[in-house]
């Protein structure tokens, strides 16, 4: 007689009948169909080894893999999911959405009413664009300095990534301020010609590039706290710097706040540069993730002057098909709503900041080497006695603690990023008892991880 099926509500998800692990069934499916499996590499867990966990569905700070077994996700989707997985709020604005339309291809009043709660918390932002994912808001607004400058070379930061648009697919030239050659396969040499790569926090680095070329650099392009190595801050001076460099050779600064725009603070990484100097803002910036709640939708904005040089207004050109989509306007504006609410941001500083505490003190604890900071909503660790300045002070970390770290903690049911130049994002939704339950596993983990 056949195996008799649990009840059907069981099936969902695929419990762990006779030892079949239903996350390696659908990798190997998934391998045969889908490049690795996967359709961002980061997920298919190559740095850390072992198999990536297929997610069934996810509920507040928690999602559930195909086996049914439940974790506690300090990914949130890479930053997006800051209210937790399924806020009533925001399901109910798409559900609401959805028996609208799904897309038109027209305008829409949604639209306007994001676009202006975004700008309402950036000054430094008088107009935006909206556009499907952080990849095409960086690659415009590099497009649109270039248009704005009439000027081709644009700086960039080792360790900092602003999506995969093929003139920031670059690493560092071979000696100081050369130009860069390309991180990927099918990248001409001549697409990133005109990138120069710097070192993260090199003041001398800066400054010799923009004595080299400053009358024929468009933008200087960075994340502000780079959430691309983990979680490395620009220093105040190092900042400050760019801002006077770039305003003294009228080259843009761009800030790519994909991660930490409503992450960090209401007002992003730029709110906080401006409390420690004063009138300091970026001339362009990037957002994504947490304005689209988890839907498809990201964008790019600055003063009117620079932003009406777009299309169809200027001559900068730029498009999307689904720019704007009213489902992914409906989840991005239902979530900046809870997230403006009073007090939202002191919350969930605190309660990632007590995390960084805890584990910190559990690690040295047990001797082990650990450096923590957080800001927001957003966190980083490092297996290092002291926080890294730039990508190479990150890669001093031995990959093989981090990833006896990574599954450690996965097997307790504890889900972190998948490589050791990933940062780490709390939500709303991540309890008292999560957090508790947190720094018992990572207890257990830095016990194993005690130098010899
Ligand atoms: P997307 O094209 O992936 O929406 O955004 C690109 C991007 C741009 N700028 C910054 C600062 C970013 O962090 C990102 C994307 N971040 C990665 C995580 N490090 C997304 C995860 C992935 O690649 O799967």
Redesign the pocket.
């Known amino acids: 007689m056949g195996q008799i099926h649990p009840p059907i509500q069981a099936c969902n998800f695929h419990h762990m009948t006779h030892n079949i692990d239903h996350n390696n069934t659908f990798f190997e499916r998934a391998r045969l169909v889908i490049p690795g499996g996967v359709n ?1 590499p ?2 298919a867990f190559r740095a850390v080894g072992g198999t990536p966990r297929f997610i069934q569905r996810a509920q507040g700070a928690h999602f559930w893999d195909a086996n049914g077994r439940k974790y506690i996700d300090y990914i949130g989707s ?1 930053g997006p999911m800051i209210l937790g997985h399924g806020h009533p709020d925001v399901v109910e604005a798409v559900q609401k959405a959805v028996t609208q339309g799904f897309s038109f291809g027209a305008p829409t009043e949604r639209e306007i009413e994001l676009a202006e709660e975004i700008l309402k918390h950036l000054p430094s932002m008088e107009m935006l664009r909206l556009v499907s ?3 095409e808001a ?1 690659m415009s607004a590099i497009r649109l300095a270039r248009g704005a400058t009439g000027r081709s070379k644009i700086i960039k930061f080792e360790g900092c ?3 995969h648009a093929d003139a920031l697919l670059v690493k560092a030239g071979s000696g100081l301020a050369t130009f860069g050659n390309p991180t990927s396969a099918g990248v001409p040499p001549e697409v990133v010609q005109h990138t120069l790569v710097l070192e993260y926090n090199n003041l001398e680095q800066l400054e010799e590039a923009f004595n080299l070329y400053g009358k024929e650099i468009a933008c200087l392009m960075m ?1 502000p706290i780079a ?2 190595m983990n979680f490395v801050r620009a220093s105040v001076p190092f900042m400050q710097r760019c801002r006077e460099l770039c305003t003294q050779h009228g080259a843009l600064l761009v800030f ?1 706040e ?2 930490t725009g409503f992450r960090v603070a209401l007002g992003g990484a730029q709110e906080i540069y401006a409390k420690a100097i004063p009138g300091f803002r970026p001339d362009l910036t ?1 957002l ?1 993730k947490v304005i689209g709640g988890g839907m498809p939708l ?1 964008a790019f904005g600055g003063p009117r002057a620079i932003m009406e040089l777009m299309s169809p207004v200027g001559p900068v050109y730029q498009a999307g098909t689904l720019s704007g989509n009213p489902i992914a306007t409906a989840c991005g504006l239902a979530t900046l709503r809870e997230i403006v609410k009073p007090g939202f941001f002191e919350e969930l500083s605190a309660k990632t900041r007590k995390l960084m505490d805890s584990l910190k003190k559990a690690a040295a604890n047990e001797g082990v080497a650990f450096s923590v900071d957080s800001e927001g909503g957003m966190f980083g660790f490092f297996l290092l006695p002291r926080l890294p300045q730039n990508y190479g002070q990150v890669l001093k970390t031995e990959g093989a603690k981090f990833n006896q770290l990574f599954h450690g903690l996965l097997d307790r049911g504890v889900y972190i990023a998948p490589a050791l130049y ?1 940062a780490g994002f709390v939500s709303a939704a991540h309890s008292e008892e999560d957090i508790e339950v947190t720094i018992a596993a990572a207890q257990h983990v830095f016990k194993s991880l005690r130098p010899a």
């Open positions: 961002s980061v997920r890479w994912s952080g990849t960086g990534y602003h999506g994340e959430g691309n790519d994909v991660m990037v994504g990201a990933e």
